[in-house]
Each structure stands twice: as C-alpha cells, then as structure tokens.
C-alpha cells in the first residue's frame, strides 16, 4: 500500500488505518424497526493511508479498483454524482462533516485496500464510511466520539448515497470489539458487549457471489412496508415507539389491525426476529450454543418466508448446511437478495463442510461459493 501511495501521490503516507466488515449472529431487518440486533465486527475490512495536502480537493485511490483511476473532488459543496462510482460513500462523509459544522481546512491523499468481497453484504460501504469519518476526525482533531462518527456515516449512506440503511452496520464497524458481539437496542442506542465463546467452533461465512445491490433492491420496500403496518398499529395503539416494542404476544393480539397480508407477515417478521435476537444471546451467555444454533434456523426461516429476502442461492446454502455434521447454526446474514451465510462450526468440520456445500451449491446454481473463516476484530482504529 506504501509503495502504490507513493506511485499514485508522490508523497509519503502519514497514517495508516483498520475499518472491519460486520456479520450479524441475529437480527436481520430489526434495525429500522426499533429492535435488537446482534452484529460484530469481522477481521475482513478495509485499510487506508492517508497524508494531508496543501490544497483543498481529495485524492482518494482504491487498489481493489485500480482502473478507476484516482478520484478527485473538492471538500466542500459536494452532491451526489453517478461519475464518482464508490467514491461517493466517502465524498457523502465530508459532506456530513460539513453540514454539521465540520468542514475541513485542507484536502487529503487516500489509498485504500480492502479485504470484503465486493457486495457480498458484509457492510463493505459501512466499512468504508466510518473509516472516512475517522481519517477527517483525527486529520483535523473535530473531538467527535465514536458514535458521533457512526451517526453520521449512517447520515452519509442515507442522505447522500440514497440507501435508507438503519444504524446497525456503521454501528458493528465503529464500535466493534475483539471476541465479542454487540446486542444493539437500534430504537435507543443502548447497547453491551457479550463475549462469543465458541469452544471448538468457529465463524465461518459463505458468500453466494451473487452480488446484490441495496439502492436498486427491494429494500427500501420492506422499510415501507413496515412503517405502514406500524402506523396501522398506532391507530389502536397510538403510544407504540416501533415494531420492536411488542411481544410477540402482543403482536399476535394486534395482527388483525394490519389490513394488508403482506404487511401483516413482514411486521411478524421484525417483532419475533427481534424477541428472538433477544433468546439467542441470554442462550449464548448460559452457554447454550445449541440452542442458540436453532434460533439461528429459525431466523432464516422468518426472513424467507415472512420476509422474503433470502431467494435461491442463500436458501440453497443455508439449507446444505443444516444437513451438515458439526453445524451448530445458519442463516443469511445482511439484507439478504444475495449476499452471505454465517454459520456457526466445530473446527473438524470446516473442512468436509466447505467440501460439501461448495459441490451441493454448485451442482444447484452453477458456480461455486466463497468460504472465509472470520475472527472478530476490533472495531474502526488507527493502526500506525
């Protein structure tokens, strides 16, 4: 990266830094309706040099994209423009900064190298984002926290890339910890560490390679849908804050004030996903991986037949590997269309199981998966 920096600027890089991907154990689609989730950040990420320059533009190179050249734009003013390609996740951070009273008093030379298959749904953007945020916040010493920085990378993605992500995955990448997940109350931000003990087991993602897109999904539709069911719900329940307020009994008891059968079945979705969440880690910290396996199955189900974001490739993987010895867990992870599995094995059986699925799921869709075994990292940092 050193070498490619100097190549591409002509001057030496002042500091570098680590942003990770996330995975979510559980939680999917619970972020926007005010519920639990339960991510943590992955040692697959992005890293990034960075050196200040005399002038007022950002240079910014990604050695993933090389034939994208060296995007340049100036750290003001800035919209939304299709030409900029990815580089408009981290041009929408400045923008950020700057509506909010940060602007910035100099330009900068990035070169950044990741790790994360592309749209693979492991918070590649989010990745990206919270790193930006963190090279402008030391770059120019503004004194924001953390979670300062993981707000407004979600502002970034919502208000300037146009995806209306909720605040999980900026959340997973800023404020990860080694060796632990994070259980996220997404309504208040209260959140808590709890440790991921996995004796003789290991996280293991495996990427479908059909790669989806967020902004041209049915994404946002799913957003909309479970606004309007909750708005339907406040009509006999006007104080209700979201979806993952209710039980699941409560829910159950208010069903029938949805009108539309699809809306009714994705609000089931966000509220048992949610009470779920919620069961899976009091399994994990009583040390019930078994049990915490099932609700993992149970929470791909929901977003298949509920939620209807799963589709044939991550149905097909998740599906061979609840067939396989030594899985304790597996679903889709991220907002599905596409995207990866995280499943949860015994390390003996990693490599029968990526042998396994990698010829079930070829025979079946015609090309072959991606594995990668993740640790859990800490969260966006410098690394100088």
């Not at 970034?156 to 995806?163: D, I, K, L, R």
């Not at 997940?181 to 959140?191: G, S, W």
């Not at 199981?353 to 990292?377: D, H, L, M, N, W």
């Amino acid at each position: 990266m050193r070498q490619v920096f100097v190549r591409q600027f002509d001057q030496e890089p002042q500091h570098s830094y680590f942003s990770p991907g996330r995975v979510n154990l559980i939680g999917e689609h619970t972020d926007y309706n005010g519920g639990h989730v339960f991510p943590c950040a992955i040692s697959l990420g992005t890293y990034a040099m960075a050196a200040g320059r005399s002038d007022y533009r950002m240079r910014i190179f990604s050695m993933n994209l090389p034939d994208r050249g060296v995007i340049e734009f100036p750290m003001a003013g800035l919209s939304y423009d299709r030409e900029r390609d990815w580089a408009n996740y981290p041009a929408g951070v400045v923008r950020v900064f700057e509506e909010a009273g940060y602007p910035c008093s100099h330009g900068l030379d990035i070169v950044v190298n990741g790790t994360l298959p592309n749209g693979a749904g492991l918070s590649s953007s989010a990745s990206l984002e919270v790193l930006t945020a963190l090279i402008l916040n030391e770059t120019f010493s503004f004194g924001l926290s953390m979670v300062d920085l993981v707000r407004m990378s979600q502002k970034a993605e919502n208000t300037f890339v146009g995806v209306n992500c909720g605040i999980m995955d900026q959340f997973a990448v800023g404020m990860g910890k080694k060796d632990c997940a994070i259980l996220l109350n997404c309504q208040t931000l209260d959140y808590r560490y709890s440790r991921i003990d996995l004796p003789d087991a290991s996280i293991v993602i495996t990427n479908t390679n059909k790669p989806h897109s967020l902004a041209s999904s049915a994404y946002n539709v799913r957003r909309a849908q479970c606004e309007h069911a909750l708005n339907e719900l406040r009509e006999v329940r006007p104080d209700l804050p979201a979806l993952g307020a209710l039980s699941n009994e409560e829910y159950s008891r208010l069903a029938g004030h949805i009108f539309e059968q699809l809306e009714r079945q994705r609000a089931r979705h966000a509220v048992f996903e949610n009470n779920r969440t919620l069961q899976a880690v009091e399994a994990l910290e009583q040390k019930d991986l078994a049990r915490f396996g099932r609700l993992m199955n149970e929470s791909h189900v929901s977003l298949r037949d509920d939620y209807d974001v799963t589709g044939r490739e991550l149905d097909t993987l998740a599906e061979l590997a609840w067939a396989q010895d030594g899985v304790i867990g597996s679903r889709m992870t991220g907002a599905g269309f596409g995207g990866c599995t995280v499943s949860l094995v015994k390390n003996d059986a990693i490599p029968e199981f990526k042998e396994r699925v990698g010829q079930g799921y070829t025979e079946k869709i015609g090309y072959a998966p991606s594995f990668y075994v993740a640790g859990i990292a800490d969260g966006t940092h410098r690394i100088d």
